[in-house]
C-alpha cells in the first residue's frame, strides 16, 4: 500500500464548479500535511498546509481527519487558472520533516 | 530573489552514457533535495543533505546513481551508466532548517531522456 493515496482523476468540471480532492495516508504517525500544486511541464508549488482544524485561503478549503486518515482540498467557484495537478504531501514523525508526495489529481477546469 | 537553479534543463542521451545534473539551492537552505518524477511513479525522494551532508539515501535506485554536495551552494547527481529507465524528471528542492512550513522550493528540474 502506497504512504499516500489519490485519485488520480482527471477531473473535468466547468468553471465556477465546486470540486473537492481526497487523499488518504497509511502512517497513523503522520505529523503534518500539506497541498501542492503543479502545473503542466512546471515544477511543484507549495499551495497551502492543512491544519486540525481546518482552513482556507481565499476559495480554498483543506480539512484533515486523523481518524480517518484523510486530507481533503475543496476548491469553490473554480478557474481555468486552477487547472492544475493537486499533490498531497505528509510529513513523519522522526524522519528529520521529509516530505512524503502522493501520486497527484489532475484538474481540468473548462470554459 | 533567485531560486533553485538546475541545470541542464533537458538531456538526451543514449544508453551507457554518465548524466551529471547540477542544482544550486536557494542561499541560506540548509536542506537539499534529489527528487524524481515518473508518471508511473510520481515523486519519489531519491537523496536529501543537511549543511551539505547526506542524511538519506535509501531511495537512491541502485549503484548507478550517486549523489554529492560539495559545498552549500552547490549538488550534483550522478547516473553512470544510464538506462532508459532512469528518463524522468529530476527536481532539486532546498529549505530552510527549524522552518515547520513543509515549503520546498523546487527548481524547474532537469527532463532526462536516455535512449
Not at chain 2, 32 to 46: A, I, K, N
Not at chain 2, 52 to 73: C, L, Q, Y
Request: with cysteine; glycine share 8%; charged share 20%.
Amino acid at each position: 500500500r502506497k504512504e499516500v493515496e489519490q485519485d488520480p482523476g482527471p477531473f473535468n468540471v466547468p468553471e465556477g464548479a465546486t470540486v473537492a480532492f481526497n487523499c488518504t495516508y497509511s502512517n497513523s504517525a503522520s505529523q503534518s500535511f500539506f497541498w501542492y500544486r503543479q502545473d503542466c511541464r512546471k515544477e511543484p508549488k507549495l499551495l497551502m498546509s492543512v491544519y486540525s482544524s481546518g482552513n482556507e485561503d481565499g476559495r480554498f478549503t483543506a480539512q484533515l481527519n486523523r481518524a480517518s486518515q484523510y486530507i481533503s482540498l475543496l476548491i469553490r467557484d473554480s478557474k481555468l487558472s486552477d487547472s492544475a495537478t493537486y499533490l498531497c504531501v505528509v510529513t513523519v514523525s522522526g524522519s528529520a520533516r521529509q516530505l512524503t508526495f502522493g501520486s497527484g489529481t489532475q484538474l481540468t477546469v473548462l470554459p | 530573489d533567485a531560486g533553485v537553479i538546475q541545470s541542464p534543463r533537458h538531456e538526451v542521451t543514449e544508453m551507457g552514457q554518465e548524466v551529471t545534473l547540477r542544482c544550486k539551492p536557494i542561499s541560506g537552505h540548509d536542506y537539499l533535495f534529489w527528487y524524481r518524477q515518473t508518471m508511473m511513479r510520481g515523486l519519489e525522494l531519491l537523496i536529501y543533505f543537511n549543511n551539505n551532508v547526506p542524511i538519506d539515501d535509501s531511495g537512491m535506485p541502485e549503484d548507478r546513481f550517486s549523489a554529492k554536495m560539495p559545498n552549500a551552494s552547490f549538488s550534483t547527481l550522478k547516473i553512470q551508466p544510464s538506462e532508459p529507465r532512469d528518463s524522468a524528471v529530476y527536481f532539486c528542492a532546498s529549505r530552510l532548517a527549524g522552518k515547520n512550513t513543509g515549503e520546498l522550493f523546487f527548481g524547474e528540474g532537469s527532463r532526462l531522456t536516455v535512449l
